[in-house]
T-cell receptor, first 115, second 111 residues
């Protein structure tokens, strides 16, 4: 079946430092799945951060970027300079095969940014 | 824009009890989902529905029933709650570009 593996947390980083959360995927039902990053801020629900549905393309939102790399089957999330407000749990997700079916999620990476 | 609401926010039940969770969306999306998330784990699909009155089982459907009587609502029933069960149940609907929008969740505790 399909699977997503991401950086195991928790990750602690100081404000203004860079952040990278690794995500690799395995899609057995489709060659080019849709890829997503979701985020859950403290006390809030799960929300879409960014998405990329075309291999080779880059998505960006709120200063975060992720590039869909089909050669390495990766979709790493990066931010050059984090802020305390970026403290959250980040989930990488894959949509493949029958698009009506649910997304396949990674286990999540908890990020804490300290001033 | 739209919103997904889930009720109740917290649900406490007794072992063996039948419990129902409700979800409403005003995106006018066709496809809706129920996921379960256990502490420290990813989301696992319980049921999904591609249209009114349609129900499709996910990987975790055993022990659950679902109902989609209207396009805007999707209910999940825990048929017999298990003692010490604790999880968050998330409802979602699917947008045009395959992304999913999530509700705030229902946190279940079984005593």
């Amino acid at each position: 079946g399909d699977s997503v593996t991401q950086t195991e947390g928790p990750v602690t980083v100081s404000e203004s430092e860079s952040l990278i959360i690794n995500c690799t995927y395995s899609a057995t039902s489709i060659a080019y799945p849709n890829l997503f990053w979701y985020v859950r801020y403290p006390g809030e629900g799960l929300q879409l951060l960014l998405k990329v549905i075309t291999a080779g393309q880059k998505g960006s939102s709120r200063g975060f970027e992720a590039t869909y790399n089909k050669e390495t089957t990766s979709f790493h999330l990066q931010k050059a300079s984090v802020q305390e407000s970026d403290s959250a749990v980040y989930y990488c997700a894959l949509g493949a095969g029958n698009y009506a079916q649910g997304l396949t999620f990674g286990l999540g990476t908890r990020v804490s940014v300290f001033p | 824009g739209g919103i997904i609401t889930q009720t109740p926010k917290f649900l406490i039940g007794q072992e063996g009890q039948k419990l129902t969770l409700k979800c409403q969306q005003n995106f006018n999306h066709d496809t809706m989902y129920w996921y379960r998330q256990d502490s420290g784990k990813g989301l696992r699909l319980i049921y999904y529905s591609i249209t009114e009155n349609d129900l499709q089982k996910g990987d975790l459907s055993e022990g659950y029933d679902a109902s989609r009587e209207k396009k805007s609502s999707f209910s999940l029933t825990v048929t017999s709650a298990q003692k010490n069960e604790m999880a968050v149940f998330l409802c979602a609907s699917r947008g045009d570009s395959y992304e999913q929008y999530f509700g705030p969740g229902t946190r279940l505790t079984v005593l």
